[in-house]
Nanobody
Framework: QVQLVESGGGLVQAGGSLRLSCAAS????????MGWFRQAPGKEREFVVG????????YYADSVKGRFTISRDNAKNTVYLQMNSLKPEDTAVYYC?????????????????WGQGTQVTVSS
């Protein structure tokens, strides 16, 4: 079992930045694909970005390309999401997810483990 705990959410003005962290425990995530999803009120959970076990550049949703950056530190069993140039439409609960796979998946149902989420609110 993998336990995931997100942190770093908060309230920020449009144009600002936040850095989310996802700390894993229970197992090392070095062989897991990691993803970030978000869910706004009344909307379905949507894929934001994913990164394979080997790292690399990540695979981003078009809505966040050029603004968000995912990274992972397998030694710390942690994944990060740097969010810059935030917009009000980025407001959502952000979830970290994990799957024992070498391939980045963009569908929520493909992930086996989830964190509890962290709220990100961007004011205009």
């Amino acid at each position: 079992q993998v336990q995931l705990v997100e942190s770093g959410g908060g309230l920020v003005q449009a144009g600002g930045s936040l850095r989310l962290s996802c700390a894993a425990s229970g197992r090392t995530i070095s062989s897991y694909t990691m993803g970030w999803f978000r869910q706004a009120p009344g909307k379905e959970r949507e894929f934001v970005v994913g990164i394979s076990w080997s790292g690399g550049n990540g695979y981003y949703a078009d809505s966040v390309k050029g603004r968000f950056t995912i990274s992972r530190d397998n030694a710390k069993n942690t994944v990060y999401l740097q969010m810059n140039s935030l917009k009000p439409e980025d407001t959502a609960v952000y979830y970290c997810a994990a799957r024992a796979s070498a391939v980045v998946h963009t569908t929520a149902t493909e992930y086996n483990y989830w964190g509890q989420g962290t709220q990100v609110t961007v004011s205009s």
